[in-house]
């Protein structure tokens, strides 16, 4: 559980591993690389970095958000969509947060 990084049954809101973890990391990259190289959507080498570290941290924040909100008495609209919703919101944030700050864009 990203929480309190203890072991949980798999598909648990909010569980992580390292499989998982690797495969979001892999998968940031590999879809920045192709708006880099084929698409030309991000401009530089240093983008990537930037969109990639962007899509973990909503990854991230997609499992806190599951183990603390979904689920819980109050939050039943909290859906897996809803989760997703705020996972591509706060990927972006970051990303547009990063631009802006880091790269000067």
């Known amino acids: 559980l990203i929480t309190s990084l203890k072991p949980v049954p798999r598909g648990t809101e909010g569980a992580i591993s390292l499989e998982g973890t690797v495969a979001s990391v892999i998968g940031g990259f590999l879809l920045s690389i192709y708006a880099y190289g084929v698409v030309g959507l991000v401009p530089t080498l240093e983008g990537v970095g930037v969109a990639t570290f962007a899509a973990f941290g909503g990854t991230m924040i997609e499992s806190l958000i599951?183990?603390?909100l979904q689920e819980k008495e109050g939050f039943e609209w909290m859906s897996n969509e809803v989760v997703n919703?705020?996972?591509?919101l706060i990927g972006a944030a970051i990303a547009i947060g990063l631009g802006v700050f880091v790269l000067g864009m």
């Not at 919703?85 to 591509?88: E, L, Q």
């Open 66 to 68: 599951g183990a603390t």
């Open 85 to 88: 919703f705020f996972n591509t």
